[in-house]
């Protein structure tokens, strides 16, 4: 599997832990406006403190109490090396801080009963299927927004790098075998909640993009959101991506994520998002207005399924419906935290009983930053003071998942064996492969090398390089160039290749394709 699939497996799922607050906690009667005052204050300082110390290249934050927008700013720069700076008003991709968003939008569509949470799939788009027929006639859309279906976790996500659109991942999630039995275990999925997201829009007869907008960017007067990528590319004031190259923060790749739109494509500011969180917090009010009622909102911020314990902060972890719901350090908080591995980090955890809400968006991955900020000012808010240097001890967190498992990727294939098995001649291995999954696949020679394509059309190419006998090495993560993944053959009988195994598409153990025809 390639290290891009593999950080997004295992750093959302690290990402999505919700700040969690004290025992000690004080109670909201101590939270009060001299105290938020103070907290901003060593807030501010801290932002412009991990920026100048090369913590991210820029982020910006918004912090919510009492359904007032209390503090709006940005820090940095929009790209490293250049001028502009990150400001309120400054538009990030926001990963999978879109879950909780779409939670909300679906929730304004169940406020309005033209869906409900419990309303079938198979009700909804007859034509989705998971693997097994009882599952299929049995999920609802509250089983794929608290990721219970039964898929794996990565399913789709595959298919989203390789160029499919889509409709043809959701079509193409009927041939993933399940994970773990439905409702029986928690597998966090971009793309069931997107179908849930996809699903709970059909009945208004639009797509979810405009309901998004219909139900929560234009009455919250969030100008500059969407869930369409190309509005994001539109404005000139937008975040770059950026990862590390040789330890210097670099614009380096750029990500679409229109497929998975409901579960990780939306962009918006601090300004925007601040909004979003007043009306979180206000139950579903906003400007004395009720724009969803509050038993729809509340369903998305029951605990339904159980993840665990907070990484760093120890708080006991529960997912809603596009939420994270905890009980740590501070009492109860909802939150959630977006990544993509090629330079994305956000994170919004709310505190429901003092009303108090803090958003982060940040242009870096991978970083502690946003988790580090938000613990800081919990403690702040709540203690006066900090327990600890919470950004280095997420950062050393976050170093110590994917450190290694970098460091393992390369060393499967630092060496061929001594002496290496010569491959065959390139006509052996060239030809057309398929598989339900993935589709055709063509391997072609060029030159004396050999090229994979693969997806529709052969939308991506990847070369081959000799590692020994009949396995080829090739390099599919653009953020990580130098991490090799195999591209394995079995020779028939002919001399020729009868099927291919491309490694990094077979998380799901469906990376295997047959050769087809010649």
């Known amino acids: 599997m390639g290290l891009g699939r593999n950080f997004r497996r295992w750093g959302m799922r690290a990402f999505i832990a919700v700040l969690v607050l004290s025992p000690h906690a004080a109670s909201a009667d101590t939270i009060t406006p001299d105290r938020i005052t103070a907290a901003l204050s060593k807030l501010e300082a801290l932002a412009e403190g991990v920026v100048a110390d090369g913590g991210v290249p820029g982020l910006a934050i918004g912090v919510v109490h009492d359904d007032k927008v209390v503090f709006l700013k940005g820090f940095g720069h929009r790209e490293a090396g250049k001028p502009e700076a990150v400001d309120a008003d400054t538009v990030f991709q926001i990963a999978s801080l879109s879950k909780p968003v779409s939670a909300t939008i679906v929730a304004a569509l169940v406020s309005d009963e033209i869906v409900s949470w419990d309303a079938k799939i198979d009700d909804l788009d007859p034509a989705f299927r998971l693997s097994e027929p009882y599952p299929t006639s049995e999920l609802t859309v509250r089983d794929l927004f608290s990721h219970r279906s039964g898929l794996p976790g990565t399913a789709g996500d595959d298919l989203e790098d390789i160029g499919y659109d889509r409709a043809e991942i959701l079509r193409r999630l009927r041939f993933v075998s399940p994970s773990s039995s439905f409702r029986a275990g928690y597998s966090y999925s971009n793309f069931g909640l997107t179908e849930g997201a996809v699903a709970a829009a059909r009945p208004t007869g639009k797509p979810w993009e405009e309901i998004a907008e219909e139900k929560l960017y234009r009455p919250l007067g969030m100008t500059s959101t969407s869930s369409r990528h190309a509005d994001f590319i539109k404005h000139a004031n937008r975040a770059a991506l950026h990862v590390k190259v040789d330890g210097v923060w670099a614009a380096k790749v ?265």
């Not at 953020?479 to 079995?490: A, K, Q, Y």
């Open 254 to 518: 750029k990500r679409n994520p229109d497929a998975q739109a409901p579960a990780g494509g939306v962009s918006s500011t601090a300004r925007d998002l601040s909004q979003w969180v007043r009306l979180v917090l206000g139950n579903g009010v906003f400007a004395g207005e009720t724009l969803i009622k509050a038993d729809a909102l509340d369903q998305t911020h029951v605990p339904l399924m159980a993840r665990g314990k907070n990484p760093v902060s120890g708080g006991e972890s529960f997912y809603g419906l596009g939420w994270n719901i905890e009980f740590g350090r501070h009492g109860l908080s909802w939150g959630h935290a977006g990544a993509f591995s090629v330079g994305a980090r956000t994170l919004v955890t709310l505190f429901p009983e003092e009303k108090l809400g803090i958003v982060i968006v940040a242009n870096a991955f991978s970083t502690g930053v946003p988790e580090g900020l938000s613990e800081s000012f919990a403690d702040l808010a709540f203690d006066g003071t900090v327990e600890k240097d919470w950004i280095k001890a997420w950062d050393d967190t976050f170093a110590s998942l994917f450190g290694p498992a970098i460091a393992a990727a390369k060393a499967t294939y630092a060496a061929p064996p001594s002496p290496a098995r010569p491959a065959g001649l390139n006509s052996a291995y060239a030809g057309r492969y398929s598989n339900d999954f993935i589709g055709d696949a063509v391997v072609s020679s060029a030159g004396d090398a050999l090229v994979l394509k693969v997806g529709p059309a052969g939308a991506r190419s990847y070369s081959l390089k000799h590692f020994d006998g009949d396995l080829f090495l090739t390099f599919p993560d653009a953020e990580t160039p130098d991490v090799p993944s195999g591209v394995s053959f079995v020779i028939g009988p002919d001399g020729k290749a009868s099927a291919m195994t491309i490694e990094f598409l077979d998380g799901n153990h469906l990376g295997t394709l047959a050769r087809v025809g010649d």
